[in-house]
């Protein structure tokens, strides 16, 4: 029989917003599975809380302070981690913005700001990564979309635009990058309990209008995004490439 391996041990992972919510659980559950893994975002108090976390359950780890919407500060992340650990094995993008507001009421610098942190940083960020990827003949990316990539949501619309050309944007890097050696796939959540999502699970009535359109009838726990991520970024999916999977609990069905 084939042996299916999922150990990450020896490889090198930076994860985008891995200071709070669905990024934060990432970082944990690749370092968990034997990865030395950087985590960046813009509060620093944060991310170096979860590099302290990595580091006691005997990982590696890189907390580097990033504004991903700076193209200088992404590059200084890549230096920093290539300074730290020699190689990049690992990408996940995982950053993200929105705003609730209707097509008449959003502003035209709120469009901006969501294209920019969700689509243009993780085509800044992914280049820059691959470029040492080529060199190494190998390596994993994986982007962070949404259901609200598929399915028209109110409120949602430059976000689910926003998370719609990152899935687009998945298919072309995995297109262009395959002869590297490089898989770009993406992972989208549905409704998540994190900061990002609190004002709809904070309000019980809100709530529970929402969990009744989930086949499952709850939302998940950023823990449960977790697996999809160690899958793809191991030797069980060398051969998925341009794909994304969603983590709904069902939502797509509906
Ligand atoms: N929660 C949900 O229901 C849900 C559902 C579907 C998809 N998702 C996706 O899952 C991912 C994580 O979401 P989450 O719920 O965990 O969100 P969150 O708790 O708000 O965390 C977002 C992270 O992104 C970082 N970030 C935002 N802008 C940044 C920038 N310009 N530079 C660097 N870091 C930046 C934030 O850190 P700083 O603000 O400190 O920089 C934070 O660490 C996102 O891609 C989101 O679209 C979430």
Request: aromatic share 6%.
């Amino acid at each position: 029989m084939a042996e299916v391996k999922f150990d990450l041990s020896g490889k090198v992972a930076i994860v985008t917003g891995g200071g709070r919510g669905i990024g934060r659980a990432i970082a944990l559950g690749l370092a968990g599975a034997g990865a030395s893994v950087v985590v960046c975002s813009r509060t620093q108090q944060e991310i170096e809380g979860v590099a302290g976390e990595i580091r006691k359950v005997g990982s590696k780890s890189l907390a580097v302070t990033t504004d991903l919407t700076v193209n200088e500060q992404i590059e200084h992340l890549v230096d920093a981690t290539i300074r730290e650990f020699g190689r990049i094995d690992i990408l996940v993008n995982n950053a993200a913005r929105s705003f609730l507001r209707s097509l008449l009421d959003l502003r035209e610098d709120g469009w901006d700001k969501v294209f920019d942190t969700n689509v243009k940083a993780v085509w800044l960020l992914s280049r820059a990564v691959a470029r040492h990827m080529m060199e190494q003949k190998s390596g994993r990316i994986i982007s962070i979309t949404t259901v609200g990539a598929e399915k028209a949501e109110m409120g949602m619309a430059s976000y689910g635009c926003s998370k719609a050309a990152l899935k687009m944007l998945t298919r072309c890097m995995a297109r262009e990058w395959a002869p590297y050696g490089i898989n770009v796939n993406a992972v989208g959540p549905g409704l998540t309990r994190t900061d990002f999502s609190k004002p709809i699970w904070s309000n019980p009535e809100v709530a529970k209008h929402v969990t009744t359109a989930i086949p499952k009838g709850r939302l998940a726990e950023p823990e449960e995004i977790v697996g999809s991520v160690l899958f793809l970024a191991s030797d069980a999916a060398s051969f998925i490439t341009g794909h994304s999977i969603y983590v709904d609990g069902g939502t797509l069905t509906t």
